[in-house]
């Protein structure tokens, strides 16, 4: 009965991390997309100011 047990948690284990890179490595492909076409973003400079990019300009 033990073993079973073990071979579950294993199961469990396993789908949970497979799932989590999944979940991640689509994220970082959606962002990518995203600045590709349409996206923008936000770069914030040391003195505070701030300057909003669009399109490859986030990539630099």
Do not use: H, S
């Not at 970082?28 to 996206?39: C, E, I, N, P, S």
Request: glycine share 6%; proline share 2%; with cysteine.
């Amino acid at each position: 009965m033990l073993a079973k047990n073990q071979i579950r948690w294993r199961r469990v284990l396993l789908t949970t991390t497979v799932g989590t890179v999944i979940i991640f490595a689509m994220a970082t492909a959606f962002r990518y997309w995203q600045v590709k076409t349409q996206g923008w973003c936000v770069r914030f400079a040391p003195n505070g100011t701030q300057k909003v990019l669009y399109g490859n300009d986030c990539l630099k």
